[in-house]
C-alpha cells in the first residue's frame, strides 16, 4: 500500500466515522457513468472500461450494506445506449450479462430488472428473468438493474400498462379518466412499491439526469461526481452520503 492509498484508507474511515446511520439515504440511485473516457485515459478498450466499470458494482453495494441502505438502483444500460454499434454493444451485453448473473450468485441480493424487455436480445432477457426469480426470496439489498432502461419509456409503458389493465376490466374511457391520478400511475412503473431514490449519484463529472427514474426523482437529491466510475471510491460513496445528510429536504415546501 502506497501513502497515497493510506491517507484515503484514513480519509475515508475519518467520515465514516461520523457519518449518522439515522440520515442515511434508503434508495439510492447510481447512474453508471464514465467507463470509456476511464478507458481511453488509461490506454485500454472500450470492453475493458466496462469489466472495469461491472467490477465496481459488488464493492458499492458492499459500502451500502454497511451503512445500511435499502434499495439500490443501477443504470447499467439506457435505451439510447442500443443504439451503438454492435461490435460495442455486443461485448457490452455480455459484460452485462455475467454481473447479473455475479449479483445473483452472491447470495445477498435480491436482483430486480427495471426496464422493457422487449428491446433486449433473448438472451439478455433470460438473464435478467433468471436473476430476478433466483433471487426472491433473499432478504438483502433490493438491486434494481436498470438495462435497456429509459424515463420516458418507462412512463410510456406504465401508461400502456395502466390502459391495456382497465380495458381487460371494462373501465369505460370517461370512468378511467375521473380515476387517473399520481399513484395509479406509479402502480405501473417498473418500481411499483419501491420507495422512491432518496438520492441520485452520477459520475464521471457530467451534470445531468439523461432521463434516469424521471417520475421517481421528483423529489430526489443529486450528487455529482467527477470520477470515472471504475475509479469510484469508498471515500467517494462517503462524501455524497455525507453531503446527502447535510441538505434540508423540503419536497417543494
Same mark, same amino acid.
Given at each position: 500500500?502506497?501513502? *497515497?492509498?493510506? !491517507?484515503?484508507?484514513?480519509?475515508?474511515?475519518?467520515?465514516?466515522?461520523?457519518?449518522?446511520?439515522?440520515?442515511?439515504?434508503?434508495?439510492?440511485?447510481?447512474?453508471?457513468?464514465?467507463? *470509456?473516457?476511464?478507458?481511453?485515459?488509461?490506454?485500454?478498450?472500450?470492453?475493458?472500461?466496462?469489466?472495469? =466499470?461491472?467490477?465496481?458494482?459488488?464493492?458499492?453495494?458492499?459500502?451500502?450494506?454497511?451503512?445500511?441502505?435499502?434499495?439500490?438502483?443501477?443504470?447499467?444500460?439506457?435505451?439510447?445506449?442500443?443504439?451503438?454499434?454492435?461490435?460495442?454493444?455486443?461485448?457490452?451485453?455480455?459484460?452485462?450479462?455475467?454481473?447479473? *448473473?455475479?449479483?445473483?450468485?452472491? =447470495?445477498r441480493w435480491r436482483v430486480h430488472h427495471?426496464?422493457?424487455?422487449?428491446?433486449?436480445?433473448?438472451?439478455?432477457?433470460?438473464?435478467?428473468?433468471?436473476?430476478?426469480?433466483?433471487? +426472491?426470496?433473499?432478504?438483502?439489498? +433490493?438491486?434494481?438493474?436498470?438495462?435497456?432502461?429509459?424515463?420516458?419509456?418507462?412512463?410510456?409503458?406504465?401508461?400502456?400498462?395502466?390502459?391495456?389493465?382497465?380495458?381487460?376490466? =371494462?373501465?369505460?374511457?370517461?370512468?378511467?379518466? %375521473?380515476?387517473?391520478? !399520481?399513484? +395509479?400511475?406509479?402502480?405501473?412503473?417498473?418500481?411499483?412499491?419501491?420507495?422512491?431514490?432518496?438520492?441520485?449519484?452520477?459520475?464521471?463529472?457530467?451534470?445531468?439526469?439523461?432521463?434516469?427514474? +424521471?417520475?421517481?426523482?421528483?423529489?430526489?437529491?443529486?450528487?455529482?461526481? %467527477?470520477?470515472?466510475?471504475?475509479?469510484?471510491?469508498?471515500?467517494?460513496?462517503?462524501?455524497?452520503?455525507?453531503?446527502?445528510?447535510?441538505?434540508?429536504?423540503?419536497? =417543494?415546501?
Amino acid at each position: 500500500m502506497n501513502l *497515497r492509498d493510506l !491517507v484515503y484508507r484514513l480519509y475515508a474511515r475519518r467520515v465514516e466515522g461520523r457519518l449518522d446511520h439515522a440520515q442515511v439515504p434508503k434508495h439510492i440511485g447510481v447512474i453508471l457513468d464514465g467507463n *470509456r473516457r476511464w478507458a481511453r485515459a488509461a490506454g485500454s478498450t472500450a470492453a475493458e472500461g466496462h469489466k472495469a =466499470g461491472a467490477s465496481k458494482i459488488q464493492e458499492l453495494l458492499g459500502w451500502c450494506a454497511e451503512t445500511d441502505v435499502e434499495v439500490v438502483t443501477l443504470w447499467m444500460l439506457s435505451t439510447d445506449n442500443l443504439d451503438r454499434p454492435d461490435d460495442e454493444l455486443i461485448p457490452l451485453l455480455g459484460i452485462i450479462e455475467d454481473a447479473v *448473473r455475479a449479483l445473483a450468485a452472491d =447470495g445477498r441480493w435480491r436482483v430486480h430488472h427495471v426496464g422493457t424487455l422487449d428491446l433486449l436480445p433473448a438472451r439478455t432477457q433470460t438473464v435478467l428473468k433468471e436473476a430476478e426469480q433466483a433471487t +426472491l426470496d433473499h432478504t438483502g439489498i +433490493l438491486v434494481n438493474v436498470a438495462v435497456g432502461y429509459g424515463g420516458r419509456q418507462e412512463i410510456a409503458d406504465a401508461v400502456r400498462s395502466l390502459l391495456l389493465d382497465h380495458a381487460e376490466k =371494462g373501465t369505460g374511457f370517461e370512468e378511467l379518466a %375521473e380515476i387517473v391520478d !399520481v399513484e +395509479l400511475i406509479s402502480e405501473h412503473l417498473y418500481t411499483r412499491g419501491q420507495p422512491d431514490p432518496d438520492l441520485v449519484i452520477r459520475t464521471s463529472g457530467e451534470q445531468r439526469l439523461s432521463g434516469f427514474m +424521471l417520475w421517481q426523482s421528483a423529489h430526489s437529491e443529486y450528487y455529482f461526481c %467527477e470520477v470515472f466510475w471504475p475509479a469510484f471510491r469508498k471515500v467517494d460513496f462517503l462524501r455524497a452520503l455525507r453531503d446527502y445528510a447535510a441538505r434540508h429536504r423540503r419536497y =417543494g415546501s
